[in-house]
C-alpha cells in the first residue's frame, strides 16, 4: 500500500480521523491525499406547488472550510507525503471522479445503518476498487502487532487477505478465523498462502450455533479481542446488496458499526 485517501467532513474529529491517516501512513511509507468534502453553499429542496425555494447554507459550508483547513493545518503542516485537496462533491462523485487510483480508502466508524454516511461506505467499498479502512472512535492510531484475518473461503475475504500483506509481514502474530460450521473454509489453505510471502499464522475458530447472522458478527468480534488483536481484516459479504442494510449481510454490517480497532474491509 503506497497511496491512501481520507475523506473529512469539516466535523470537529477531523484531527482524530487524520491522526489514526498519519499513523497508518507513516508505518507504511504510504503517501495520503486529504479530500475536504464541502457541503454546498445553497440547497435546493424539492419543490413545492411549483414554488423553487433555494436555502441559503453558506455559513454551514464556511464553518465546514474553517474547520477542516485548521485541523489539516495543525495535523499535517511539514509532511511531505501529504496532499489536500477540497471538493464540493460529495464523496460519492468524488469518488466517481477521482477515488479510483488509491490502494486504500480511510473512513472513520459508522454511527448507524442508515443516512448520507452509509451511502459514502458503500461507494467506497462498492466503487473504489479498493478496501476500506475503518478508523475506530476516539484518538486511535495504528498498530497492527496482532492482526486477525477472517476466512470464509470467499472470493471477497482473499482480496482482503492479499490487500494486508504489507502490514502482515510486520505483525508480531496473525490467528485465521473461521467459522466452526463452515467446512468449506480451510485455514490451512490461508496458513499456506501467507508462507509464501514468510508469514507465520495460527488458526482459530468460533461457534456459532444457535447465533443469529448479527450474533455470528458478535462473535467474530470477541475472538479477535480475546486474540489481543489490534487490527481486523475480512471481506465484504452479505445476503444481497439489495436487501441488507449497506449491501451487506447482518454479520459484516454489525462489525463495522461496532468495531473497537481497526478494520480492513474489501469487497
Known sequence: MRRAIIYLDGSPNDKESLGFALSFCDALNCRLTVSLILPPEEIMPAAMDSVVTVIDNRAEHDAAQALGRAAYKE?????AFVDYV?????????????GHLYDVTILERLNSTEGSEVTDFNAALFDSGAPVLISPPGHATWKAEHVTLVWNN???AARAIRSSVPFLK???SVVVLTNSANEVADPDEVKRYLACHEIVAEAKSFKSDNLTARGRGKAVLAAAAEAGSDVLVMGAFGE????ALLGLGRATEKIVTACKIPVLVQA
Request: aromatic share 0%.
Open 75 to 79: 495535523m499535517c503542516t511539514g509532511k
Open 86 to 98: 477540497e471538493s464540493p462533491l460529495g464523496i460519492v462523485d468524488a469518488i466517481a471522479e477521482g
Open 154 to 156: 470467499t472470493m471477497q
Open 170 to 172: 510486520k505483525a508480531k
Open 240 to 243: 444481497s446488496q439489495i436487501s
